[in-house]
C-alpha cells in the first residue's frame, strides 16, 4: 500500500475534514490505487516525449488591440429597460441596515 489510514487521517486534519471510519478507509483504498497508477505511469520511457501542455497543437489566439469608437450612448442604452443619466439602471440587490 503506497498510502496508510493514518496519512489520509493527517492530510484530512489539515484540511478540517472530519471523516468517519468508513470514508478513511474510502479514501484510502482511492489514494493509494491513484498512487499505484502514478507508479505505473513513471515507469514509462517519455526520454523521447516532447512535453506538452495540450494534445493538439494550437496558436496564439489573442487579436491585437486596436483603438476603435465605441457605440455611441443612446444606441448603447437603446434596449435599456431603464437607464438614469446614461447609465443603465438597474434594481437594488444590496439591503441597507
Known amino acids: 500500500m503506497k498510502i496508510s489510514k493514518d496519512q489520509?487521517?493527517?492530510?484530512?486534519?489539515?484540511?478540517?475534514?472530519?471523516?468517519?471510519?468508513?470514508?478513511?478507509?474510502i479514501f484510502t483504498r482511492q489514494l493509494d490505487s491513484i498512487l499505484s497508477y502514478m507508479d505505473k505511469l513513471n515507469?514509462?520511457?517519455?526520454?523521447?516525449?516532447?512535453?506538452?501542455?495540450h494534445v493538439l497543437p494550437i496558436k496564439?489566439?489573442?487579436?491585437?488591440?486596436k483603438v476603435k469608437?465605441?457605440?455611441?450612448?443612446?444606441e448603447a442604452?437603446?434596449?435599456a429597460p431603464d437607464r438614469k443619466?446614461?447609465?443603465?439602471?438597474?434594481?437594488?440587490?444590496?439591503?441597507e441596515n
Open 8 to 25: 489520509v487521517e493527517y492530510v484530512a486534519n489539515l484540511a478540517n475534514l472530519e471523516l468517519n471510519d468508513e470514508e478513511k478507509e
Open 43 to 53: 515507469q514509462l520511457d517519455t526520454v523521447h516525449v516532447d512535453p506538452t501542455s
Open 60 to 65: 496564439n489566439i489573442f487579436r491585437q488591440d
Open 69 to 74: 469608437p465605441s457605440l455611441p450612448m443612446e
Open 77 to 79: 442604452l437603446a434596449n
Open 85 to 95: 443619466n446614461g447609465f443603465f439602471r438597474v434594481p437594488r440587490v444590496i439591503e
